[in-house]
T-cell receptor, first 115, second 112 residues
Framework: AQSVTQLGSHVSVSEGALVLLRCNYS??????LFWYVQYPNQGLQLLLK??????LVKGINGFEAEFKKSETSFHLTKPSAHMSDAAEYFC?????????????FGSGTRLQVQP | DTGVSQNPRHKITKRGQNVTFRCDPI?????LYWYRQTLGQGPEFLTY????????KSRLLSDRFSAERPKGSFSTLEIQRTEQGDSAMYLC??????????FGQGTRLTVV
């Protein structure tokens, strides 16, 4: 079974400050890892994904994440927060070895950006 | 292609009524998923189709829930005899093998 833990249900940063959203996963098989963003009353938008290869993954809107197998982590970062980054962020994991690719999500982190 | 489309966006129904939601995936995507999301939680997997075959159903999908994808294109999710606990956002997603899933905007169900 897979699971995802997102530390901190709410994170608040100042505009221009570093954004760090934490994600740890549990998986008995090699994982695919994803970060999604959700704006109010909207669906989820894929920010970035790790499948294989380079462990530092760059995504849209200046976000990046690093897969650290030894720490079972996939933290999301952005060097400088913008007001438009305020949203809910979800980390998700799926199973590399099976075909279905259904995602297991964390409970989310709400990012607030203060002016 | 404009992405995954879900209809309706909002549905209010009385307890005990049946409801049906529709999802139109990205046209070349053979995989289709349904998820349910309640307030303050991440989406929870309900069911998965590859083409027209329903390959997996979650334990969350009670007997009152049924999903179809008759021609491997659009999908419907029906909830019979709705209960207040069914109130949630129902999300549809589609993908190709080994890509991230692309989500629709969801259907928000309110059971009164």
């Amino acid at each position: 079974a897979q699971s995802v833990t997102q530390l901190g249900s709410h994170v608040s940063v100042s505009e221009g400050a570093l954004v760090l959203l934490r994600c740890n996963y549990s998986s008995s098989v090699p994982p695919y890892l994803f970060w999604y963003v959700q704006y109010p009353n909207q669906g989820l938008q894929l920010l970035l994904k790790y499948t294989t290869g380079a462990t530092l993954v760059k995504g849209i809107n200046g976000f990046e994440a690093e897969f650290k197998k030894s720490e079972t982590s996939f933290h999301l970062t952005k060097p400088s927060a913008h007001m438009s980054d305020a949203a809910e962020y979800f980390c998700a994991v799926s199973d590399q070895d099976t075909g279905r690719r259904a995602l297991t999500f964390g409970s989310g982190t709400r990012l607030q950006v203060q002016p | 292609d404009t992405g995954v489309s879900q209809n309706p966006r909002h549905k209010i129904t009385k307890r005990g009524q049946n409801v049906t939601f529709r999802c139109d995936p990205i046209s070349e995507h053979n995989r289709l998923y349904w998820y349910r999301q309640t307030l303050g939680q991440g989406p929870e997997f309900l069911t998965y189709f590859q083409n027209e075959a329903q390959l997996e159903k979650s334990r969350l999908l009670s007997d009152r829930f049924s999903a179809e994808r008759p021609k491997g294109s659009f999908s419907t999710l029906e909830i019979q005899r709705t209960e207040q606990g069914d109130s949630a956002m129902y999300l549809c997603a589609s993908s190709l093998a080994s890509t991230g899933a692309f989500f629709g905007q969801g259907t928000r169900l309110t059971v009164v």
